[in-house]
């Protein structure tokens, strides 16, 4: 059993940055890939960013890559989200999983564990 909770949302100016952490309560955090989803209102969840277990496999959505960093704390059991230059686009409740094994991190089906999601209001 796998339970996270995330922290770290808010609201921000357009150009802003904000961290999000996922804390997880597993005792076998490092062998967990971690991935970050959001969901805009109206709109369906979508993937973020992903980590590997040991932290050197990375992916990002296009719409992120180079403005979003994901990275994890295994000691910490903490998975992070680095985000800069945010859009009013970003605007979304983001979501952490954790899954097994580093194969269609992208589908959110794949993740067996979700955490409550954290607000993120980007204002123009």
């Known amino acids: 059993q796998v339970h996270l909770v995330e922290s770290g949302g808010g609201l921000v100016q357009a150009g802003g940055s904000l961290r999000l952490s996922c804390a997880a309560s597993?005792?076998?955090?490092?062998?967990?890939?971690m991935g970050w989803f959001r969901q805009a209102p109206g709109k369906v969840r979508e993937f973020v960013a992903a980590?590997?277990?040991?932290?050197?496999?990375?992916s990002y959505a296009d719409s992120v890559k180079g403005r979003f960093t994901i990275s994890r704390d295994n000691a910490e059991n903490t998975v992070y989200l680095e985000m800069n230059s945010l859009k009013p686009e970003d605007t979304a409740v983001y979501y952490c999983a954790a899954k097994t094994g580093w194969y269609e991190i992208r589908t959110q089906r794949n993740y067996g564990y979700w955490g409550q999601g954290t607000q993120v209001t980007v204002s123009s």
């Open positions: 597993a005792r076998t955090f490092s062998s967990n890939v």
């Open positions: 980590i590997s277990g040991g932290g050197s496999g990375t």
